[in-house]
């Protein structure tokens, strides 16, 4: 009796086994037709779209897949990497009879966590002459709805320094995925350096102690590479004589972006551009008549521990604009190396600037040419070059500005999204 028990136990294995490896025999017999990967709302093709929620390792791993023999350990993997990489609840996935004989499609469904917390640090960097600017924020996104606070103190970005809270609401679903809605609300209180006063006061331009701005945009993607926005910015200012009158600087924004990769059998190129327009009107209740305009194209080439990259833009300003919308050069990514003090204390309503950048690995060089001006000056060309460590947003290095006759080292360290 006792080896009739364990005859039928054999048997049932063996059955078990057969029937196991019949599954996983006639699943690799299959060829990967196409790839998707799905959540509540939204959809992606990885071998299609370049500008989905994925990473690029990531989505070129799924996108591999295509053409390729099934492999459900490979499936495993790739959901658990997903989970991780969206933050989601859950992955699973799906085999489903692919439209030509012998050939499947793969579908990952992503169930998101109802809610997720994120906090970041977007900049934080030292640069001599300039000191120490920062940020810090912290995102809960529920659903398609991102809620963000944050703090920041920069005096880099602009001719002030400026410091305060930011706030943001986001919804990345507006009935469609291709629709998002933003919400912006900033309160800043401004420091000016001694030379941006004096400069501002011999142009007549107005100062002002605190800055607060409302900023509402909805964003479309119309294809694939490309988005367009259009909103609006309702911006406040208090100059810094108390009891002065409060200045206004509403305007209509509209701005447009492009991304396309291009992929071939050994390297990487990427092609971004972008166009950014800011009109002061009186018709929204603005004291300041004005139109800012500015360009920026990129060019990225990567193959292996090699990255050569060529930014180039400019911008024009027609009208008076307020002192917070002209254009800065000499900072942590334009002209480095280069203090904007001494470039222009209160900048310049035209501007030009081009970066060439070489990375290998973690070692990167850099050359930066620019030159910025109001309409009717003299145009001044300045160069600058430098050297350093870069790993992702975080880099070191140290700039030299070509004046002529001397050099004079400027460290620049920290990250800046």
């Known amino acids: 009796m006792k080896y009739g028990w364990l005859g039928c ?3 049932v294995s063996l059955l078990s086994a057969g029937t196991q490896d019949s599954e996983t025999n006639v699943n690799t017999r299959y060829t990967v037709e196409t790839v998707r990967v799905a959540g509540d709302g939204w959809a992606t093709d990885p071998a299609a ?12 791993e799924i996108a591999g897949m295509i053409g390729e023999k099934l492999n459900p350990a490979i499936l495993d993997d790739l959901a658990k990497r997903l989970r991780k990489e969206l933050h989601a609840r859950t992955v699973e996935h799906r085999v489903l009879r692919g439209k030509s004989p012998e050939y499947v499609q793969v579908i990952f469904d992503v ?55 930011e706030g943001r609401y986001e919804n990345a679903h ?9 919400f912006e609300i900033d309160s800043y209180h401004q420091v000016w350096d001694a030379d941006s006063l004096a400069a501002a006061r011999a142009s007549g331009y107005d100062t002002y102690r605190t800055r607060e701005n409302f900023q509402p945009v909805v964003t479309v993607r119309i294809a694939r590479p490309l988005t367009v926005s259009v909103g609006a910015s309702f911006e406040s200012m208090e100059g810094e004589v108390p009891d002065s009158r409060t200045l206004a600087a509403n305007s209509v924004l509209a701005s447009a972006r492009y991304h396309q990769e291009l992929e071939g059998a050994a390297d990487q ?49 027609y009208g008076q604009a307020p002192l917070f919308e002209r254009f800065v050069l000499g900072n942590s990514t334009t002209l480095r190396g280069w203090n ?20 290998y690995g973690i070692f990167q060089v850099f050359y930066d040419s620019g030159a910025i001006w109001d309409g009717g000056q003299t145009v001044i060309a300045r160069n600058s070059i430098g050297a350093g460590l870069r790993q ?9 500005p070509l004046r002529d006759g001397r050099t004079d080292p400027v460290f620049i360290v920290g990250m800046n999204y």
């Open 9 to 11: 136990l054999f048997l």
């Open 49 to 60: 779209d370049r500008d989905s929620k994925l990473s690029i390792g990531l989505r070129r």
């Open 111 to 165: 169930a998101l966590r109802p809610t997720h917390f994120d906090v970041s640090v977007p900049k934080f960097l030292y640069a001599r002459g300039l000191g120490w600017s920062g940020a810090v924020e912290g995102t809960a996104t529920i659903h398609q709805n991102g809620f963000t606070a944050g703090l920041v103190s920069d005096t880099d970005e602009l001719a002030e320094r400026y410091a305060g809270i």
């Open 174 to 182: 507006l009935g469609t995925d291709r629709v998002r809605l933003l």
């Open 269 to 317: 190129q990427f092609v971004d551009g972008s166009y950014d327009m800011r009109a002061g009107t009186r018709t929204l209740g603005s004291d300041y008549a004005y139109t800012r305009h500015k360009w920026e194209a990129r060019y990225t080439w990567i193959r292996g521990k090699h990255m050569l990259m060529d930014d180039a833009m400019g911008g024009v300003i």
């Open 340 to 359: 904007k003090y001494d470039v222009d204390p209160i900048g310049g309503n035209r501007m030009l600037h081009n970066s060439v950048e070489y990375r």
């Open 392 to 400: 992702g947003p975080f880099s070191v290095a140290v700039a030299f």
